[in-house]
């Protein structure tokens, strides 16, 4: 498709806020904020639809060849412009708040509270349906009160009262509260000496709470029912849940017709918040006055997860369609982590500083809790394993030639079409002689990386700056996306060739199995012109190791002296050159790894600037 797309945009804000002090109580205040957001977008397309052809016969000696339309079916292929409206989005946001105040020393003691009252409210002027169309709005009242002794001792309470739409009214409010406690022991008298010429500041600290969530599930209002009466969507058979009984017409001429009703949702006023216990405990210490260091361990416990039922009965009569929507809060989860903070100045001479920080995060989590049929095998279950570990098929390399895809073990995946010779070939883990669904085991890492890490410097000579960053991840999977399917509005973009006429990768031209190169361990399967449903299951064939490490930014500069911009009326004035995304460090070669498996993806940039910093 050829032409070209256009858009507009605009935004509105506008905020009032009012402070007030209360001096009839020293150290009580006031202060409200209203503050209301519009926004609006469209943006529209107008394009042809190009002819395709392939080369069909060629005489190299004469020159004379034949063409083949390849896009030959109706409406594949037009040369005049087609209009098409496009997204639009149009919405308001107001948000109300008002905060009470107050804080107050006497001695050694310092005492503070708070209490914070919240309202926001959300309405689409695009939406496509009634219960989108109500305005979404949330009510909330939290507070904190704290206390703190000779700046040693340190105790905090906080809490929330949380109201959501979404729930039934005896669900609808949540309270989660939070305590903590510091301690800052470098301020204690007996942190005297050799040590404190040292360790010149050393605090603990930790805290747990109760932490609720309301944005769960896909259902606006889950204690109603959600019910299409004359669903006329039934008629169009690409529709969601398609099903050609549905409606009944009455008639030869001018006939009319009645479509039958689709529930989408039954009532289910149980549903309520997804809890969480969190509990951390960190060390803050600062060594030699130069060194600061910030360590953290957390431990996370949620529970109430809102989950899909994992085995309704057909006797209890539920629709078909309502299926999706059947949900509870019976999940529970747990994560742990560590959290590290580093940063470290120190000026070596009179005209040299430098500084470095640096920062890594490492998590791990598991399911302690979700609804499972009754699998055959052990390994199937998700109980124990992070959440969303990928589940898949081992491959174990690609058929020789189709004598031996005939002669394995069956693996047909739903379109009926056997595997031939440069198909992947997949383990039969059970042995029972056929390669389905329950050969599928755990296989690599979630795509949400369980390390993260930065680190970066800065240095200064004179009138010159150097400075750094780098970022990277580690233990993290993808999967190469091996379809032909593209949502470009979900970020998905698959690599298939030839497909919808889509475009071949150098990286599977130069290697790919064929007749000529029967390469078992070859990086794509055969070619085909159509999809070869049994290469695109998940499986470890497509797997990669997401991490790597980036040069994130780079820059040098250099700043006048004083002496020299002062004439031009100047405060300074400094030069520079930057860049962006400058160098990667992957096993994963074929495109940046931070994009996954979604090769075809618009691809992150390398940027560089040049620039000039001028202050008057």
Known sequence: ??????????????????????????????HGIFSTNRYSYFDLTRSYKPF??????????TGFYTLNWLNNKPGDAQEFLSYYPGNKTVYTYLYLQGTLDYSHSFGKHSVGATVIGTRQQTQYGDANDLLSSLPYRNLGVSGRASYSFDSRYFMEFNFGYNGSERFAPNHRYGFFPTI????????????????????????????????????????????????????????????????????????????FTLYGTTIQAYPNPDVTWERSK??????????????????????????????????????VGIENTANANLQANLGKA????????????????????????????VTSNKVVYTEEPQYKYGYEYRKG?????????????????????????????????????????YRDINGDGIVDGDDQVAIGLPQTPQIIYGFGFSLQYKNFDLSTFFQGLARESFFINPTANTDIYNGIYGTAPFVNNAQLLKAYADNHWSEGNQNLYALYPRLSTFNAINNQQTST???????????????????????????????????????LNLLTFSKFKLWDPEMAGQGFGYPIQRVFNVGLNLNF
């Open 1 to 30: 498709m050829d032409g070209y797309k256009s858009f507009s945009e605009s935004r509105m804000s506008a905020q009032f806020e009012l402070t007030q002090k209360m001096d009839f109580i020293p150290g009580l205040s006031f």
């Open 52 to 61: 395709y052809y392939g080369i069909g016969f060629s005489d190299p000696k």
């Open 180 to 255: 903590g406690a510091g301690w800052v022991i470098s301020n204690e008298k007996f942190w005297d000496g050799g040590i404190a010429n040292v360790i010149t500041r050393l605090k603990l600290r930790g805290s747990y709470g109760l932490v609720g969530n309301d944005n769960i599930g896909n259902q606006r209002f889950f204690y109603l029912s959600s019910v299409t009466p004359d669903n006329n969507n039934q008629s169009n058979s690409s529709a969601p849940n398609y099903n050609p009984l549905f409606y009944s017409s009455f008639g030869n001429t001018n006939s």
């Open 278 to 315: 969190k509990s951390n405990i960190a060390i803050e210490a600062t060594i030699l006055k130069d060194l600061s260091i910030t360590a953290e361990i957390y431990h996370e416990s949620r529970y109430d997860i809102l989950i899909s039922r994992g085995y309704i009965p057909v006797s």
């Open 334 to 361: 747990t994560a742990n982590g560590l959290d590290l903070n580093l940063t470290y100045n120190q000026r070596i001479s009179k005209d040299l500083t430098a500084q470095f920080l640096g920062n890594l995060t």
């Open 385 to 425: 394993k992070p959440i969303n570990q990928p589940y898949g098929y081992i491959a174990e390399r690609l058929f020789v030639d189709d004598k031996e895809a005939q002669n394995a073990p069956p693996q047909n995946f739903g379109n009926g079409i056997p595997p031939q010779g440069g198909d992947i070939k």
């Open 541 to 579: 064939w497509w797997m990669r190791d997401g991490s790597f490490l980036r040069l994130k930014s780079a820059e040098v500069g250099y700043s006048f002296p004083r002496r020299w911009i002062k004439r031009a009326y100047m405060d300074n004035a400094r030069v520079y050159i930057s860049g």
